[in-house]
């Protein structure tokens, strides 16, 4: 069974900048597609950001040319740069393979306020 640990949150203020890591323990990370997901407070999970194994990436819309999704596969570990941060990116951050299995990690806080 994979665990995750997201980290790199915090509170950032509109147009900044946050790097989020999430390390997922196993021999077998390279084989999955791994995504961030969002959950904002009183909403439900959301897909943010997909990325193969081979480096395909999708995006929601609202995400488009701020946010990067990467990942090192020798690492262990998936990224996303969010850049440009918006109030309405606020959230608390998963990653998780696509489709999500029912194991998340903690998450990482993401709060975007003056």
């Known amino acids: 069974q994979v665990q995750l640990v997201e980290s790199g949150g915090g509170l950032v203020q509109p147009g900044g900048s946050l790097r989020l890591s999430c390390a997922a323990s196993?021999?077998?990370?390279?084989?999955?597609?791994m995504a961030w997901y969002r959950q904002a407070p009183g909403k439900q999970r959301d897909l943010v950001a997909d990325?193969?194994?081979?480096?395909?990436?999708h995006y929601a819309d609202y995400v488009k040319g701020r946010f990067t999704i990467s990942r090192d596969n020798a690492k262990n570990t998936v990224y996303l740069q969010m850049n440009s941060l918006k109030p309405e990116d606020a959230g608390v951050y998963y990653c998780?393979?696509?489709?999500?299995?029912?194991?998340w990690g903690q998450g990482t806080q993401v709060t975007v306020s003056s």
């Open positions: 196993g021999s077998i990370f390279g084989f999955y597609v």
């Open positions: 990325i193969s194994t081979g480096g395909r990436t």
């Open positions: 998780n393979m696509f489709p999500a299995t029912m194991t």
